[in-house]
C-alpha cells in the first residue's frame, strides 16, 4: 500500500496542479463561473479517483509482493495479478527460477560425477594395495617390512578417509540403524589396530560390560570409534601407557569414553577441534594430522543422534565420550 | 581328494598371490579362467569354498553369488574393496557366508576358508596333511603343539608354539620384537612386552630341554634369532 502511494502520488499531484491552473486561469477570464469550477473539480476527483481505485486492485498483488522477501526458491512461483507489470515482474522470475534450477543441476551433475569418480578411484587403488600388502606379508617380521607396512597401513587409512568423507554427502542413502554390541566393535577395532598399539607401546584396556548394546550404525560407529582411539594412540606416544576405553551409563544414555594419556590439547584449540581442517598446536608439532578425522566424527554422531563431547587436559590427556540415547 | 577353492576374481596379481597361499595349506585354489561362463566353471570343479569380488567383468559378484545359490550350497566369501554396510547386507542377501574387505590377511581368508570347510563338511571333509615345520632335525607341529629334536619330543604351549614357528620359519634372519608381539597378542588378553620376554625364556628353556643349548639369541634393539647349535 505505502509503496502504491508513494509510486501514484506525483501523478494524482500533477494531474490536480494542471487542473487547478486550468481552472484558475478559466475564473480569472471569466469563462466560467465560481459553481462550475466546483462542479469540475468534484467530477475531476470522481474520475481521478475510479482510475487510481481500478489501478491499485489491479496491481495490488506485485505492490504487496515488493513489500516481500523470497525464502524459498518455490516462492518465485507467484500470481502478481493481471496488470501488465505484474505478469512481466512473474515471466521474469520464472525465467530466472528456470536459469538458476538448470545449472543447479548442472553442478548437482558434475557433483554426483565426482563423488562416483572419488568412489571408483578409491576402490581401484584398494586393489594395488592389497597386491603390495599380500606380498610384503611373506617378509612379516623384518625390520624394513614393518616400515613399508606403516606407510601401506597410513595409505590405506587415508583412502578410507576420504572414502567416508565423499560418503557423508550421501549419509542418507548409506546407513542401517540396528542393535550393536558395543563389546564386540571395540574388541574388533583394538584387534585390528594392534600393530599400532604395539609399534608405539600403548596397551588397550577394555572396560567393557560385554552385553552393552546401543542403537547405531555399525560401519559409521566403527569409523568414529577407530578414528578416536587412533588419535588416542598417535598423541599418547612417549606419554601415556594406557588408552581406557570404559563407559557410564544413566536412565537417559550409555556413554562410550575413550581415554588416554597422551599430550592433551590446549585451552584455545578444544573448541575448534570438530571444525573441517583444523590442525592446531597438536597438528603442527606431530604432523600427519589431516583435520578431516574428527570433523567426519562429529557430523556422522551428529547425523546419527549421538552426542560426542572432548575434554582434555594439557600434558595430562583427552576424554572423547560419545553418547548413545537409550 | 583335495579341497578345491574357487577364485573369482579379476585382479590377476591378487588372484595369484592368493591361489600360491592357499596351495601351501594343501588346499588347491583355482583362478577362473572365463568370466562369462563362471557357472560351467564352478559346476566342472565342483569347489568346496569360493571366494568371490564384487566388481568383476560382465555381471558383477552379486550376480554370480545368487547363480551359485541357485543350485548349490557351497560356502562363499566375498573378497571386495567395497566396505559399505550396505553392500555387505546386498552380498548376504545374495546368498554369501562371510565378506572380507580388502586389504585383507592372508591368514584371515586361510582361517575362514578353514571353519567353512568344517562347518560345511563336517569330519566327513578330506583330511588335510599335518603342517610341520622344519629346521635341521628340529620338528614343530603346529596343530599338535609337538616339538621333536632327536628321539625327545615335549608339547610347548600354544604362544611358545607361536613365537618358535615364527623363528624357525624367518631363519636365520632376525625377527623384530614388534612382530612378535603383534603374533602372540591374543584377541581378549592383550599382551603386554613382557610376555613375550617370559614367552622366549621359555622357549630356551624348551631348547634347553631338548639338548639345545643358547637355541634363541637376543639381538638387542631389534628382536631375537634362532641360534642354531645343533
Same mark, same amino acid.
Given at each position: 500500500?505505502?509503496?502504491?502511494?508513494?509510486?501514484?502520488?506525483?501523478?494524482?499531484?500533477?494531474?490536480? @496542479?494542471? @487542473?487547478?491552473?486550468?481552472?484558475?486561469?478559466?475564473?480569472?477570464?471569466?469563462? /466560467?463561473?465560481?459553481?462550475?469550477?466546483?462542479?469540475?473539480?468534484?467530477?475531476?476527483?470522481?474520475?481521478?479517483?475510479?482510475?487510481?481505485?481500478?489501478?491499485?486492485?489491479?496491481?495490488?498483488?506485485?505492490?504487496?509482493?515488493?513489500?516481500?522477501?523470497?525464502?524459498?526458491?518455490?516462492?518465485?512461483?507467484?500470481?502478481?495479478?493481471?496488470?501488465?507489470?505484474?505478469?512481466?515482474?512473474?515471466?521474469?522470475?520464472?525465467?530466472?527460477?528456470?536459469?538458476?534450477?538448470?545449472?543447479?543441476?548442472?553442478?548437482?551433475?558434475?557433483? %554426483?560425477?565426482?563423488?562416483?569418480? &572419488?568412489?571408483?578411484? /578409491?576402490?581401484?587403488?584398494?586393489?594395488?594395495?592389497?597386491?603390495?600388502?599380500?606380498?610384503?606379508?611373506?617378509?612379516?617380521?623384518?625390520?624394513?617390512?614393518?616400515?613399508?607396512?606403516?606407510?601401506?597401513?597410513?595409505? %590405506?587409512?587415508?583412502?578410507?578417509?576420504?572414502?567416508?568423507?565423499?560418503?557423508?554427502?550421501?549419509?542418507?542413502?548409506?546407513?542401517?540403524?540396528?542393535?550393536?554390541?558395543?563389546? %564386540?566393535? &571395540?574388541?574388533?577395532?583394538?584387534?585390528?589396530?594392534?600393530?599400532?598399539?604395539?609399534?608405539?607401546?600403548?596397551?588397550?584396556?577394555?572396560?567393557?560390560?560385554?552385553?552393552?548394546?546401543?542403537?547405531?550404525?555399525?560401519?559409521? /560407529?566403527?569409523?568414529?570409534?577407530?578414528? /578416536?582411539?587412533?588419535?588416542?594412540?598417535?598423541?599418547?606416544?612417549?606419554?601415556?601407557?594406557?588408552?581406557?576405553? #570404559?563407559?557410564?551409563?544413566?536412565?537417559?544414555?550409555?556413554?562410550?569414553?575413550?581415554? #588416554?594419556?597422551?599430550?592433551?590439547?590446549?585451552?584455545? #584449540?578444544?573448541?575448534?577441534?570438530?571444525?573441517?581442517?583444523?590442525?592446531?598446536?597438536?597438528?603442527?608439532?606431530?604432523?600427519?594430522?589431516?583435520?578431516?578425522?574428527?570433523?567426519?566424527?562429529?557430523?556422522?554422531? #551428529?547425523? @546419527?543422534?549421538?552426542?560426542?563431547?572432548?575434554?582434555?587436559?594439557?600434558?595430562?590427556?583427552?576424554?572423547?565420550?560419545?553418547?548413545?540415547?537409550? | 581328494?583335495?579341497?578345491?577353492?574357487?577364485?573369482?576374481?579379476? *585382479?590377476?596379481?591378487?588372484?595369484?598371490?592368493?591361489?600360491?597361499?592357499?596351495?601351501?595349506?594343501?588346499?588347491?585354489?583355482?583362478?577362473?579362467?572365463?568370466?562369462?561362463?563362471?557357472?560351467?566353471?564352478?559346476?566342472?570343479?565342483?569347489?568346496?569354498?569360493?571366494?568371490? *569380488?564384487?566388481?568383476?567383468?560382465?555381471?558383477?559378484?552379486?550376480?554370480?553369488?545368487?547363480?551359485?545359490?541357485?543350485?548349490?550350497?557351497?560356502?562363499?566369501?566375498?573378497?571386495?574393496?567395497?566396505?559399505?554396510?550396505?553392500?555387505?547386507?546386498?552380498?548376504?542377501?545374495?546368498?554369501?557366508?562371510?565378506?572380507?574387505?580388502?586389504?585383507?590377511?592372508?591368514?584371515?581368508?586361510?582361517?575362514?576358508?578353514?571353519?567353512?570347510?568344517?562347518?560345511?563338511?563336517?569330519?566327513?571333509?578330506?583330511?588335510?596333511?599335518?603342517?610341520?615345520?622344519?629346521? *635341521?632335525?628340529?620338528?614343530?607341529?603346529?596343530?599338535?603343539?609337538?616339538?621333536?629334536?632327536?628321539?625327545?619330543?615335549?608339547?610347548?604351549?600354544?604362544?611358545?608354539?607361536?613365537?618358535?614357528?615364527?623363528?624357525?620359519?624367518?631363519?636365520?634372519?632376525?625377527?623384530?620384537?614388534?612382530?612378535?608381539?603383534?603374533?602372540?597378542?591374543?584377541?581378549?588378553?592383550?599382551?603386554?612386552?613382557?610376555?613375550?620376554?617370559?614367552?622366549?625364556?621359555?622357549?630356551?628353556?624348551?631348547?634347553?630341554?631338548?639338548?639345545?643349548?643358547?637355541?634363541?639369541?637376543?639381538?638387542?634393539?631389534?628382536?631375537?634369532?634362532?641360534?642354531?647349535?645343533?
Amino acid at each position: 500500500m505505502k509503496l502504491f502511494i508513494r509510486e501514484y502520488k506525483g501523478y494524482v499531484f500533477v494531474y490536480y @496542479l494542471g @487542473l487547478v491552473i486550468t481552472l484558475f486561469y478559466c475564473n480569472m477570464m471569466k469563462y /466560467i463561473n465560481f459553481s462550475e469550477t466546483i462542479y469540475i473539480l468534484l467530477f475531476n476527483t470522481f474520475i481521478i479517483s475510479c482510475f487510481i481505485i481500478y489501478k491499485y486492485l489491479n496491481s495490488k498483488k506485485i505492490y504487496n509482493f515488493f513489500g516481500k522477501k523470497i525464502n524459498t526458491l518455490d516462492e518465485s512461483f507467484v500470481d502478481l495479478g493481471r496488470s501488465d507489470l505484474g505478469k512481466n515482474v512473474s515471466l521474469i522470475l520464472e525465467n530466472q527460477y528456470e536459469l538458476y534450477i538448470n545449472s543447479l543441476q548442472e553442478q548437482r551433475k558434475k557433483h %554426483d560425477e565426482h563423488l562416483t569418480f &572419488i568412489n571408483h578411484w /578409491i576402490h581401484q587403488m584398494k586393489t594395488p594395495l592389497s597386491v603390495i600388502n599380500l606380498q610384503l606379508q611373506d617378509y612379516e617380521g623384518e625390520e624394513i617390512q614393518s616400515e613399508i607396512m606403516q606407510e601401506v597401513d597410513k595409505l %590405506d587409512k587415508g583412502l578410507n578417509m576420504a572414502m567416508y568423507f565423499a560418503r557423508l554427502d550421501e549419509f542418507e542413502k548409506d546407513f542401517v540403524i540396528e542393535r550393536v554390541n558395543l563389546y %564386540d566393535e &571395540i574388541m574388533e577395532i583394538v584387534n585390528e589396530e594392534k600393530r599400532l598399539f604395539i609399534k608405539n607401546k600403548i596397551m588397550p584396556k577394555v572396560n567393557l560390560n560385554k552385553d552393552i548394546e546401543v542403537h547405531t550404525d555399525k560401519k559409521w /560407529i566403527k569409523f568414529v570409534i577407530k578414528q /578416536i582411539i587412533i588419535n588416542g594412540v598417535k598423541y599418547s606416544k612417549g606419554y601415556g601407557k594406557y588408552i581406557t576405553i #570404559d563407559y557410564e551409563e544413566n536412565e537417559k544414555y550409555i556413554s562410550l569414553d575413550i581415554i #588416554d594419556e597422551g599430550v592433551g590439547i590446549c585451552k584455545k #584449540d578444544i573448541k575448534r577441534v570438530f571444525d573441517l581442517f583444523f590442525t592446531g598446536e597438536n597438528g603442527r608439532k606431530y604432523g600427519e594430522s589431516t583435520g578431516m578425522g574428527l570433523y567426519i566424527a562429529k557430523t556422522v554422531c #551428529d547425523n @546419527l543422534g549421538h552426542n560426542i563431547e572432548i575434554k582434555s587436559q594439557e600434558k595430562k590427556g583427552t576424554k572423547v565420550s560419545i553418547l548413545f540415547n537409550k | 581328494m583335495n579341497n578345491i577353492i574357487y577364485i573369482v576374481e579379476d *585382479d590377476i596379481s591378487i588372484s595369484t598371490l592368493l591361489k600360491d597361499y592357499i596351495n601351501k595349506y594343501g588346499f588347491e585354489a583355482v583362478i577362473v579362467e572365463n568370466f562369462n561362463n563362471i557357472m560351467e566353471e564352478f559346476d566342472e570343479l565342483t569347489p568346496s569354498v569360493v571366494l568371490l *569380488d564384487v566388481n568383476l567383468p560382465k555381471f558383477d559378484g552379486f550376480y554370480w553369488c545368487t547363480k551359485i545359490r541357485q543350485k548349490s550350497n557351497v560356502p562363499i566369501i566375498f573378497i571386495s574393496a567395497r566396505d559399505s554396510g550396505m553392500d555387505q547386507i546386498r552380498a548376504l542377501e545374495s546368498g554369501a557366508d562371510d565378506y572380507i574387505t580388502k586389504p585383507f590377511y592372508y591368514d584371515v581368508v586361510i582361517a575362514k576358508i578353514k571353519s567353512y570347510i568344517r562347518r560345511a563338511y563336517g569330519e566327513y571333509s578330506p583330511k588335510l596333511d599335518e603342517r610341520i615345520v622344519e629346521l *635341521d632335525g628340529l620338528k614343530f607341529y603346529p596343530e599338535r603343539l609337538e616339538l621333536k629334536y632327536k628321539s625327545k619330543d615335549l608339547v610347548i604351549t600354544k604362544k611358545e608354539g607361536i613365537l618358535l614357528e615364527c623363528l624357525m620359519k624367518k631363519y636365520p634372519k632376525v625377527v623384530s620384537r614388534d612382530y612378535l608381539l603383534e603374533k602372540i597378542w591374543d584377541d581378549i588378553e592383550f599382551v603386554e612386552e613382557n610376555t613375550l620376554n617370559v614367552n622366549v625364556s621359555r622357549i630356551r628353556k624348551r631348547l634347553y630341554d631338548l639338548g639345545i643349548e643358547d637355541g634363541v639369541q637376543t639381538v638387542r634393539g631389534v628382536g631375537y634369532k634362532l641360534n642354531k647349535t645343533w
